[in-house]
Structure formats: structure tokens, C-alpha cells
């Protein structure tokens, strides 16, 4: 589900005649005219020929961001500076590439060699690229860490995915709601957490259907050799998915999900029905009204808008109104995202550097940079000036009086998925 509306443009370029692929739209705003797009990409093409890498630019509120892949295909995407750093943005551009590897393979992309051809088998990629860049209850694009859902008693859920995913010759499956895993094989979680994001995605922007079989290409794994995704809708909102090869066929895969799935049915609508995130037995406090956990080890995102639906909605209401005014899903989920942008990696670098492997290599070869190396002399940190590590920080917003509350710290745990640094995120009234 869509929370509040983003106003970005991307496009797609071919990096050696220029030739827009597509370009894509979202919020109000007017098609991007071709002689905009051919100025966008010439002044990239000017900066590359004085060997100078043009990374971003920024004018009247508005940030430019280029990236150039395998010198093949260019990615320019427009959207309102509301990050005093580029790197989510840059993220964001290697995951649309991802997505496009995803669904036609690295192959077409790397060397382009029939452009009409190629605009023709994009056009399967829009509504996943659509989706990414589109303002959802999905973390992913902002986090780098994949969206789960903690339930109780997962452990029946798990067997049923393990003997489920056997069954149809497949070791790679998992169950999701909108698009947050809930349960998974251990396969599947041996994907990279991009790969993992992005199939997470694509199943969150699949038309309704009860069965769907969709040829994918992992852009870590398997980025030249194709495999089958099969989709089976279980409840609206709720898919479980498996990779595999040639077999099984379509029918007798979907055979099987009734065989395993048609006695969950009451504890999956119970999954559906619980937006909160927020498992039993987990004191949370009433007065947070939205969240996001993130766990930099492991790559995995806990994050609600409406973590006190359990307590009741007069309750939830009341706490958020108080005598600030209430705030809405879509306010709650902006400043989530607003925060965590001025947070992640300009105030807080230290945690990724932490908590998080970083990529050495981006999808078109070239070595990056940890951002742990970014230093303060460059003047984009606002930590420059602080000689002490920043452990916690927050904000209260402008239109009322809600705070965000930063917290950054390493926890130990037993279970998997609990060791390790953590960063947790949250809004509540001050």
C-alpha cells in the first residue's frame, strides 16, 4: 500500500548514443520533454568527456543524481532534495538497475546492441520500477535492509514452508504480507538482502491473480540464467513464493499449496490482520506511534505506522491527537522516511561502519566507497563539528508537536537474527 506521494523522475538512457530507453513519472508532475532528458544526459556526457564524474547536482530544492552502468545503460533520477547527502539516492539508482537486471537479465543491459528491442522488453520492468519509486510502507529502498514481519508461534508456519518448498522441488520460498516476509526457507534468506528486497517488491507490484508464474534473474546469483518465480495468493495481501527450475509446472504446484496452506488459513489472516509489527509479549510503550527497527547485521527491517492497533484505535487516536493534532499514516510514514534519510548516513555513519558489510563493488564493476570513508573535511556531515560519537538524536516536527527519537546500540541475543548492532527509529508525542 502507498502511503505519501513522492514527485521523482527516471530515466534511462544508452550511455553511448543517448537514446532514452524510458522515463518514468510519479506524483503531479508534467512528462519530462525529450529535449530536458537530452540536456540531463549531455551535460553527464560533457563531465565524462574531461574525465570528470558528475555525481549529483542540486538547484531551487531540486537534486539531480547520475550513474552510469557497465558504460552501457545511464540512470538519471530527479527528485526533491530532502537528504543533505546523496547516498540513499545512489542507492535507490543501483537498486532501479537491480530491478531491471531482475526481470530481463544482465545480458540485454550490458551490451546493447538493438535499442528498440530493448525499450520493448523494459516495459515489463515499470510497475516494479514504479513501485520502488513511489513512496510504500516498504523500507527496503531506504534501509538496504529487508522488511519482515515478527508473528507468534512461527515455527508451524516455518515447517509449512519447509515441507511445502520440498515438495515442489525447491529449496528457496518464503510467505509474505504486502510485501514483508513473515516466514522463509533458510535458502531463501541466503540471498543477498538486494535480491531478496527486490523479489519482495515485485511480488508487493503484482497484479491481482491466484497463480503467477514469472521468469526472474537474481542480479547476485544467477544474473544471465533465468529461473521461475511462482506466486500463489493465499489471502488478499498474502503470497507464498518459491524459485525453481523447469518443474514443477504451474498446476501442480498450485495442487500442492492447497494440500499445505488450506489449514493455516485462520492463523495467515491473523498475520494479515495484525499491522502492527509488533509481536505478543513485547512491552512497547502506547505513546509511539510508528517505528522502524533495523537490524544492520543481519539486514532485516521491522518497521509499523500503526504499532498500537492492538491497544485499539480510540486509544491510538487519542495518544496521537492529544493537543497536537493527530497525526495521519501518511505524516507518520514521511517522517519516518525524512528522518532516517537526515539520520542514516549524515549524522550516524559510525552505525554502518558498525553494523553493515559494506559492498566493495557496485553492479557495474567500479570499487566503491564505504561510506565510512566520506570524512568531515568535505563539510556534508553535520557531525563534522562533534568531537563524541552521536549515539541518539532526535527532531520534533514543524507541524506539530511529534518528536523522532534516533537510537543507535548493540544488543546481544540468543535467537537468530538478534546478535549484532541495531538501530531503532521511532516517532512519538513530546
Given at each position: 500500500p502507498r502511503t505519501y506521494t513522492i514527485m521523482a523522475y527516471l530515466a534511462a538512457i544508452t550511455a553511448e548514443t543517448g537514446v532514452p530507453l524510458f522515463v518514468r513519472t510519479t506524483g503531479n508532475l508534467p512528462p519530462l520533454s525529450f529535449p530536458v532528458v537530452g540536456s540531463l544526459n549531455g551535460v553527464h556526457l560533457f563531465a565524462s568527456n574531461l574525465k570528470t564524474s558528475l555525481l549529483s547536482c542540486t538547484n531551487g530544492g531540486v537534486k539531480v543524481v547520475w550513474k552510469c552502468f557497465y558504460q552501457s545503460i545511464t540512470l538519471i533520477l530527479v527528485m526533491t532534495d530532502d537528504s543533505p547527502v546523496e547516498t540513499h539516492l545512489l542507492h535507490l539508482l543501483d537498486t532501479m538497475f537491480n530491478a531491471l537486471v531482475l526481470l530481463i537479465g544482465l545480458q540485454e543491459l550490458e551490451c546493447v546492441q538493438n535499442v528498440e528491442r530493448l525499450k520493448k522488453d523494459l516495459k515489463c520492468c515499470y510497475p516494479l520500477i514504479d513501485n520502488l519509486l513511489q513512496g510504500t510502507?516498504?523500507?527496503?529502498?531506504?534501509?538496504?535492509?529487508?522488511?519482515?514481519?515478527?508473528?507468534?508461534?512461527?515455527?508451524?508456519?516455518?515447517?509449512?514452508?519447509?515441507?511445502?518448498?520440498?515438495?515442489?522441488?525447491?529449496?528457496?520460498?518464503?510467505?509474505?504480507?504486502?510485501?514483508?516476509?513473515?516466514?522463509?526457507?533458510?535458502?531463501w534468506w541466503n540471498l543477498s538482502p538486494l535480491e531478496i528486497g527486490l523479489l519482495a517488491h515485485l511480488i508487493a507490484s503484482l497484479p491481482p491473480a491466484r497463480c503467477q508464474d514469472i521468469p526472474v534473474y537474481l542480479p547476485r546469483a544467477s544474473n544471465k540464467v533465468a529461473h521461475r518465480m511462482l506466486v500463489f495468493s493465499l489471502l488478499e495481501g498474502v503470497h507464498v513464493c518459491v524459485l525453481c527450475d523447469a518443474e514443477p509446472s504451474l498446476r501442480r504446484a498450485q495442487d500442492e499449496v492447497g494440500v499445505y496452506w488450506s489449514g493455516l488459513t485462520e492463523r495467515l489472516v491473523k498475520c494479515a490482520r495484525n499491522p502492527s509489527s509488533v509481536p505478543p509479549g513485547v512491552d512497547l510503550s502506547p505513546s509511539v506511534l510508528a517505528f522502524c527497527l533495523v537490524n544492520l547485521r543481519s539486514r532485516r527491517c521491522v518497521s509499523s505506522l500503526k504499532p498500537s492497533t492492538f491497544l485499539g484505535d480510540s486509544i491510538n487516536n487519542t495518544l496521537s491527537a492529544g493537543f497536537q493534532g493527530e497525526l495521519s499514516t501518511e505524516e507518520r510514514h514521511r517522517y519516518l522516511v525524512d528522518f532516517y534519510k537526515t539520520v542514516a548516513d549524515n549524522m550516524l555513519p559510525s552505525q554502518v561502519?558498525?553494523?553493515?558489510?559494506?559492498?566493495?563493488?557496485?553492479?557495474?564493476?567500479?570499487?566503491?566507497?564505504?561510506?565510512?570513508?566520506?570524512?568531515?573535511?568535505?563539510?556534508?556531515?553535520?557531525?563534522?563539528?562533534?568531537?563524541?560519537k552521536i549515539t541518539e538524536s532526535y527532531i520534533c516536527t514543524k507541524e506539530s508537536n511529534h518528536g523522532c527519537v534516533q537510537d543507535s546500540n548493540r544488543q546481544q541475543g540468543s535467537g537468530r537474527g538478534t546478535r549484532g548492532s541495531s538501530s531503532q527509529l521511532i516517532i512519538k508525542p513530546f
Amino acid at each position: 500500500p502507498r502511503t505519501y506521494t513522492i514527485m521523482a523522475y527516471l530515466a534511462a538512457i544508452t550511455a553511448e548514443t543517448g537514446v532514452p530507453l524510458f522515463v518514468r513519472t510519479t506524483g503531479n508532475l508534467p512528462p519530462l520533454s525529450f529535449p530536458v532528458v537530452g540536456s540531463l544526459n549531455g551535460v553527464h556526457l560533457f563531465a565524462s568527456n574531461l574525465k570528470t564524474s558528475l555525481l549529483s547536482c542540486t538547484n531551487g530544492g531540486v537534486k539531480v543524481v547520475w550513474k552510469c552502468f557497465y558504460q552501457s545503460i545511464t540512470l538519471i533520477l530527479v527528485m526533491t532534495d530532502d537528504s543533505p547527502v546523496e547516498t540513499h539516492l545512489l542507492h535507490l539508482l543501483d537498486t532501479m538497475f537491480n530491478a531491471l537486471v531482475l526481470l530481463i537479465g544482465l545480458q540485454e543491459l550490458e551490451c546493447v546492441q538493438n535499442v528498440e528491442r530493448l525499450k520493448k522488453d523494459l516495459k515489463c520492468c515499470y510497475p516494479l520500477i514504479d513501485n520502488l519509486l513511489q513512496g510504500t510502507q516498504l523500507m527496503y529502498p531506504l534501509t538496504q535492509s529487508v522488511d519482515v514481519v515478527a508473528v507468534e508461534d512461527v515455527s508451524t508456519l516455518s515447517q509449512c514452508m519447509d515441507a511445502f518448498s520440498e515438495a515442489v522441488h525447491s529449496g528457496y520460498g518464503c510467505v509474505s504480507v504486502d510485501g514483508k516476509i513473515i516466514v522463509a526457507t533458510e535458502s531463501w534468506w541466503n540471498l543477498s538482502p538486494l535480491e531478496i528486497g527486490l523479489l519482495a517488491h515485485l511480488i508487493a507490484s503484482l497484479p491481482p491473480a491466484r497463480c503467477q508464474d514469472i521468469p526472474v534473474y537474481l542480479p547476485r546469483a544467477s544474473n544471465k540464467v533465468a529461473h521461475r518465480m511462482l506466486v500463489f495468493s493465499l489471502l488478499e495481501g498474502v503470497h507464498v513464493c518459491v524459485l525453481c527450475d523447469a518443474e514443477p509446472s504451474l498446476r501442480r504446484a498450485q495442487d500442492e499449496v492447497g494440500v499445505y496452506w488450506s489449514g493455516l488459513t485462520e492463523r495467515l489472516v491473523k498475520c494479515a490482520r495484525n499491522p502492527s509489527s509488533v509481536p505478543p509479549g513485547v512491552d512497547l510503550s502506547p505513546s509511539v506511534l510508528a517505528f522502524c527497527l533495523v537490524n544492520l547485521r543481519s539486514r532485516r527491517c521491522v518497521s509499523s505506522l500503526k504499532p498500537s492497533t492492538f491497544l485499539g484505535d480510540s486509544i491510538n487516536n487519542t495518544l496521537s491527537a492529544g493537543f497536537q493534532g493527530e497525526l495521519s499514516t501518511e505524516e507518520r510514514h514521511r517522517y519516518l522516511v525524512d528522518f532516517y534519510k537526515t539520520v542514516a548516513d549524515n549524522m550516524l555513519p559510525s552505525q554502518v561502519k558498525d553494523g553493515v558489510k559494506q559492498e566493495t563493488t557496485a553492479a557495474n564493476g567500479a570499487q566503491l566507497r564505504p561510506p565510512e570513508e566520506v570524512t568531515p573535511a568535505n563539510g556534508r556531515l553535520l557531525h563534522a563539528g562533534i568531537p563524541h560519537k552521536i549515539t541518539e538524536s532526535y527532531i520534533c516536527t514543524k507541524e506539530s508537536n511529534h518528536g523522532c527519537v534516533q537510537d543507535s546500540n548493540r544488543q546481544q541475543g540468543s535467537g537468530r537474527g538478534t546478535r549484532g548492532s541495531s538501530s531503532q527509529l521511532i516517532i512519538k508525542p513530546f
